[in-house]
Protein backbone atom coordinates (compact mmCIF):
# COMPACT_ATOMS: atom_id res chain seq x y z
CA UNK A 1 0.00 0.00 0.00
CA UNK A 2 1.52 3.25 -1.02
CA UNK A 3 1.62 6.15 1.88
CA UNK A 4 1.29 9.54 1.80
CA UNK A 5 2.72 11.13 -0.90
CA UNK A 6 3.82 14.99 -0.95
CA UNK A 7 5.20 16.83 -3.84
CA UNK A 8 7.66 18.88 -4.13
CA UNK A 9 9.84 17.91 -1.05
CA UNK A 10 11.99 20.80 -1.35
CA UNK A 11 11.11 24.13 -2.25
CA UNK A 12 13.27 27.73 -2.47
CA UNK A 13 11.63 30.78 -3.14
CA UNK A 14 11.91 34.57 -2.36
CA UNK A 15 9.59 36.12 -0.43
CA UNK A 16 6.42 37.74 -1.37
CA UNK A 17 6.39 34.78 -4.01
CA UNK A 18 3.04 32.10 -4.39
CA UNK A 19 4.27 28.47 -3.25
CA UNK A 20 2.03 25.60 -3.71
CA UNK A 21 2.40 22.23 -1.76
CA UNK A 22 0.76 18.59 -3.04
CA UNK A 23 -0.64 16.03 -1.18
CA UNK A 24 -1.94 12.58 -2.38
CA UNK A 25 -3.43 10.40 0.77
CA UNK A 26 -3.41 7.14 1.34
CA UNK A 27 -6.16 5.21 -0.78
CA UNK A 28 -9.43 4.96 0.69
CA UNK A 29 -8.76 8.05 3.74
CA UNK A 30 -11.50 10.27 4.21
CA UNK A 31 -9.82 12.75 6.61
CA UNK A 32 -7.25 15.10 5.20
CA UNK A 33 -4.35 17.18 7.83
CA UNK A 34 -2.04 19.69 7.20
CA UNK A 35 0.59 20.63 9.51
CA UNK A 36 3.12 23.12 10.38
CA UNK A 37 6.34 22.44 11.75
CA UNK A 38 8.69 24.86 12.49
CA UNK A 39 12.41 24.03 12.97
CA UNK A 40 13.07 21.97 16.90
CA UNK A 41 8.99 22.03 17.50
CA UNK A 42 6.28 19.46 17.13
CA UNK A 43 3.55 20.03 14.12
CA UNK A 44 0.95 22.01 14.70
CA UNK A 45 -2.79 21.61 13.34
CA UNK A 46 -3.26 23.99 9.99
CA UNK A 47 -6.78 22.54 8.45
CA UNK A 48 -8.25 19.30 8.19
CA UNK A 49 -10.64 17.90 6.00
CA UNK A 50 -13.30 14.73 5.99
CA UNK A 51 -13.96 14.37 2.55
CA UNK A 52 -13.71 17.43 0.90
CA UNK A 53 -15.08 19.84 3.68
CA UNK A 54 -13.08 21.73 5.98
CA UNK A 55 -13.88 20.56 9.24
CA UNK A 56 -11.17 22.79 11.17
CA UNK A 57 -9.27 25.46 9.74
CA UNK A 58 -9.17 27.26 12.67
CA UNK A 59 -5.02 27.76 12.57
CA UNK A 60 -4.73 28.43 9.15
CA UNK A 61 -3.44 32.21 8.48
CA UNK A 62 -6.24 32.57 6.07
CA UNK A 63 -4.56 36.22 4.95
CA UNK A 64 -2.24 34.39 2.87
CA UNK A 65 -2.89 30.85 3.33
CA UNK A 66 -5.53 28.56 1.42
CA UNK A 67 -6.19 25.47 0.39
CA UNK A 68 -8.64 22.73 -1.21
CA UNK A 69 -9.55 19.43 -1.14
CA UNK A 70 -11.22 18.88 -4.58
CA UNK A 71 -13.31 15.38 -4.70
CA UNK A 72 -12.02 15.09 -1.50
CA UNK A 73 -8.93 13.16 -2.55
CA UNK A 74 -6.11 15.55 -3.41
CA UNK A 75 -4.96 18.66 -1.72
CA UNK A 76 -3.42 21.52 -2.17
CA UNK A 77 -2.13 24.16 0.52
CA UNK A 78 -0.78 27.65 -0.96
CA UNK A 79 0.34 30.46 0.60
CA UNK A 80 0.32 34.02 -1.19
CA UNK A 81 2.63 35.97 -0.42
CA UNK A 82 5.26 34.06 1.27
CA UNK A 83 7.23 35.24 4.03
CA UNK A 84 10.53 34.65 5.97
CA UNK A 85 8.57 33.29 8.91
CA UNK A 86 6.83 30.88 6.57
CA UNK A 87 10.10 28.84 5.90
CA UNK A 88 8.95 25.16 7.82
CA UNK A 89 7.91 21.88 7.24
CA UNK A 90 4.64 21.28 5.71
CA UNK A 91 3.20 17.76 6.98
CA UNK A 92 0.34 16.27 4.89
CA UNK A 93 -1.70 13.04 7.11
CA UNK A 94 -4.09 11.21 6.51
CA UNK A 95 -6.79 8.77 8.48
CA UNK A 96 -9.63 6.33 7.93
CA UNK A 97 -11.50 8.49 10.60
CA UNK A 98 -13.09 5.46 12.25
CA UNK A 99 -13.12 7.42 15.52
CA UNK A 100 -10.51 9.23 18.00
CA UNK A 101 -8.10 6.30 18.27
CA UNK A 102 -7.79 6.38 14.42
CA UNK A 103 -3.93 6.12 13.42
CA UNK A 104 -2.73 9.19 11.51
CA UNK A 105 -0.19 8.54 8.70
CA UNK A 106 1.98 11.32 7.83
CA UNK A 107 3.64 11.86 4.58
CA UNK A 108 7.75 12.76 3.84
CA UNK A 109 6.36 16.94 4.37
CA UNK A 110 7.51 19.45 1.68
CA UNK A 111 10.47 21.86 3.26
CA UNK A 112 9.98 25.13 2.12
CA UNK A 113 12.70 27.89 2.54
CA UNK A 114 11.62 31.80 1.91
CA UNK A 115 14.31 33.74 1.12
CA UNK B 1 -6.00 24.67 26.96
CA UNK B 2 -4.16 21.19 26.74
CA UNK B 3 -0.35 21.34 26.73
CA UNK B 4 2.40 18.40 26.35
CA UNK B 5 6.14 19.05 27.64
CA UNK B 6 9.07 16.95 26.91
CA UNK B 7 11.73 18.32 29.07
CA UNK B 8 14.86 16.32 27.16
CA UNK B 9 15.54 18.10 23.91
CA UNK B 10 18.45 15.27 23.51
CA UNK B 11 19.41 12.33 24.73
CA UNK B 12 21.92 9.22 23.81
CA UNK B 13 21.80 6.10 24.71
CA UNK B 14 24.28 2.96 24.14
CA UNK B 15 23.00 0.94 21.73
CA UNK B 16 21.82 -2.46 23.18
CA UNK B 17 20.55 -0.45 26.44
CA UNK B 18 17.64 1.20 27.79
CA UNK B 19 16.72 4.45 27.40
CA UNK B 20 13.58 6.35 28.53
CA UNK B 21 11.94 9.80 27.39
CA UNK B 22 10.20 11.84 29.89
CA UNK B 23 6.56 13.30 28.91
CA UNK B 24 4.11 15.31 30.95
CA UNK B 25 1.02 16.82 30.00
CA UNK B 26 -1.85 19.11 31.57
CA UNK B 27 -5.77 18.77 31.13
CA UNK B 28 -8.70 18.91 32.84
CA UNK B 29 -10.13 16.11 30.43
CA UNK B 30 -10.58 12.79 32.07
CA UNK B 31 -10.99 11.21 28.82
CA UNK B 32 -8.30 10.82 26.38
CA UNK B 33 -5.51 9.81 24.37
CA UNK B 34 -1.53 9.69 24.60
CA UNK B 35 0.79 8.67 21.77
CA UNK B 36 4.52 8.64 21.04
CA UNK B 37 5.49 9.22 17.42
CA UNK B 38 8.79 8.80 16.30
CA UNK B 39 9.91 11.55 13.04
CA UNK B 40 13.34 9.55 11.65
CA UNK B 41 15.56 11.96 9.64
CA UNK B 42 14.26 13.56 6.43
CA UNK B 43 11.38 10.36 6.68
CA UNK B 44 8.07 10.09 7.60
CA UNK B 45 6.64 10.00 11.21
CA UNK B 46 5.06 7.74 12.21
CA UNK B 47 3.23 6.26 15.38
CA UNK B 48 5.20 4.49 18.14
CA UNK B 49 2.83 3.09 20.82
CA UNK B 50 -0.67 4.68 22.06
CA UNK B 51 -2.37 4.69 25.63
CA UNK B 52 -6.07 5.08 26.02
CA UNK B 53 -6.26 7.24 29.67
CA UNK B 54 -9.00 5.07 30.80
CA UNK B 55 -6.67 2.05 30.60
CA UNK B 56 -4.62 1.40 33.63
CA UNK B 57 -2.14 -1.12 32.01
CA UNK B 58 0.57 0.24 30.22
CA UNK B 59 0.70 -0.11 26.40
CA UNK B 60 3.83 -1.77 25.01
CA UNK B 61 4.96 -2.90 21.48
CA UNK B 62 7.69 -5.15 21.09
CA UNK B 63 10.95 -3.41 22.48
CA UNK B 64 8.88 -0.02 23.35
CA UNK B 65 6.49 0.36 26.72
CA UNK B 66 5.40 3.29 28.49
CA UNK B 67 4.86 4.60 31.93
CA UNK B 68 1.51 5.96 32.21
CA UNK B 69 0.85 7.66 35.39
CA UNK B 70 -2.11 9.51 34.83
CA UNK B 71 -1.91 11.17 39.08
CA UNK B 72 0.80 12.85 37.61
CA UNK B 73 0.19 13.13 34.09
CA UNK B 74 3.34 11.47 32.66
CA UNK B 75 3.75 9.14 29.58
CA UNK B 76 7.25 8.48 29.51
CA UNK B 77 8.45 6.00 26.35
CA UNK B 78 11.16 3.02 27.67
CA UNK B 79 12.69 1.86 24.43
CA UNK B 80 14.89 -1.60 25.33
CA UNK B 81 17.84 -2.60 23.15
CA UNK B 82 18.00 0.26 21.47
CA UNK B 83 18.89 -0.10 18.12
CA UNK B 84 20.88 2.53 15.59
CA UNK B 85 17.33 2.48 13.47
CA UNK B 86 16.33 3.94 16.99
CA UNK B 87 17.73 7.01 16.25
CA UNK B 88 15.04 9.95 15.47
CA UNK B 89 13.09 12.32 16.92
CA UNK B 90 10.44 11.14 18.97
CA UNK B 91 6.93 13.60 20.05
CA UNK B 92 5.14 13.30 22.43
CA UNK B 93 1.25 13.68 21.96
CA UNK B 94 -2.08 14.60 23.53
CA UNK B 95 -5.59 14.09 21.83
CA UNK B 96 -9.19 14.88 23.37
CA UNK B 97 -11.54 12.01 23.69
CA UNK B 98 -14.40 13.88 23.26
CA UNK B 99 -13.63 16.93 20.85
CA UNK B 100 -12.58 17.24 17.94
CA UNK B 101 -9.54 15.24 16.81
CA UNK B 102 -6.58 17.36 16.78
CA UNK B 103 -3.61 16.15 17.91
CA UNK B 104 -1.08 18.28 20.54
CA UNK B 105 2.42 17.43 19.97
CA UNK B 106 4.92 18.05 22.36
CA UNK B 107 8.89 20.00 20.85
CA UNK B 108 9.98 16.33 20.89
CA UNK B 109 13.56 15.18 21.90
CA UNK B 110 16.15 13.67 19.53
CA UNK B 111 17.47 10.74 20.34
CA UNK B 112 21.22 9.42 19.51
CA UNK B 113 22.34 5.61 19.28
CA UNK B 114 25.71 5.23 20.46
CA UNK B 115 27.45 2.58 18.45
Known amino acids: EAGVVQSPRYKIIEKKQPVAFWCNPI?????LYWYLQNLGQGPELLIR????????DSQLPKDRFSAERLKGVDSTLKIQPAELGDSAVYLCASSLRRGPLDTQYFGPGTRLTVL | AQTVTQSQPEMSVQEAETVTLSCTYDTSESDYYLFWYKQPPSRQMILVIR??????QNATENRFSVNFQKAAKSFSLKISDSQLGDAAMYFC????????????FGKGTRLHILP
Open chain 1, 49 to 56: YENEEAVD
Open chain 2, 51 to 56: QEAYKQ
Open chain 1, 27 to 31: SGHNT
Open chain 2, 93 to 104: AYRSAHRDDKII
